[in-house]
């Protein structure tokens, strides 16, 4: 893994780990991250033909938040981002704005199946979420993120031209953070991003503009 300017390790892109390397995150003894695992306190694998083991990302973070360890190294580094829109245009306006902020790392989904399936792989802090979507209502991928302890803290920005006041105040009735119309200002989405994410807004005059987008439901 690569290191930053402090000498520590960005560890937010990998997706299993080492006993060492786990050791190092939770700041213990490697032989205490291989008791925990050999006794079954920590879930893992072996890898095939060896004694080698390995530990899912998602099954070190619940070993850590049951035995009260911060997770912020684990966190560390570029915050992800998922855009969920069926329209190729609206995705790559979003990309192209919120990609210039070194910050983000951004992945993009067109169906609601596609949303649920980079969830579970790219771990996003935020996902933008179009409401209506070729296959299923946003309101339900919503739904299904809150219902599962491995995404419940996700933020999620609902996007609709279609969805009245009264839709809007249900869908953050249901566990949305916050809901914006279309034609979506770039640099107003870009700011309440930072602000779900408790990171610094881009700088006034910076690389997001505040231009709008098509309204396409």
């Known amino acids: 893994m690569a290191a930053n300017g402090n000498n520590t390790t960005d560890w937010s892109g990998k997706q ?8 190092e995150i939770c700041k213990v003894s490697q032989q205490t991250i291989i008791r925990c695992f050999d006794s079954g306190r ?3 694998f072996r890898v095939p033909g060896s004694r080698f083991r390995r530990i899912p990302r998602v099954e070190l973070m619940r070993f850590m938040r049951d035995n009260d360890i911060p997770l912020d ?4 580094g570029k915050k992800r981002i998922l855009i969920v829109d ?7 306006l979003f990309q192209d704005a919120l990609g210039r902020d070194g910050r983000f790392e951004i992945k993009s989904a ?11 792989s790219f771990k ?3 996902i933008v979420l179009d409401y209506m979507l070729p296959d299923i209502n946003g309101d339900l991928v919503c739904k299904r993120l809150r219902e599962n302890p491995d995404s419940s803290d996700t933020k999620v920005i609902f996007v609709s031209g279609v969805v009245g006041s009264e839709e809007a105040d249900k869908l953050l009735s249901a566990g949305a953070d916050d809901f914006m119309k279309k034609p979506i200002d770039v640099e107003r989405l870009s700011n309440r991003i930072a602000e779900l994410l408790e990171i610094e807004p881009a700088g006034a005059g910076g690389n997001h503009r505040g231009g709008g987008m098509p ?3």
């Open 42 to 44: 920590l879930q893992g």
């Open 215 to 217: 309204d396409r439901g």
């Open 16 to 23: 299993v780990f080492t006993t060492g390397e786990a050791a």
């Open 86 to 92: 069926d329209d190729p245009d609206i995705i790559e």
């Open 124 to 126: 996003p802090h935020l």
């Open 110 to 120: 067109s169906t609601g199946y596609d949303a649920g399936m980079f969830t579970e």
């Open 73 to 76: 190294v684990l966190e560390s």
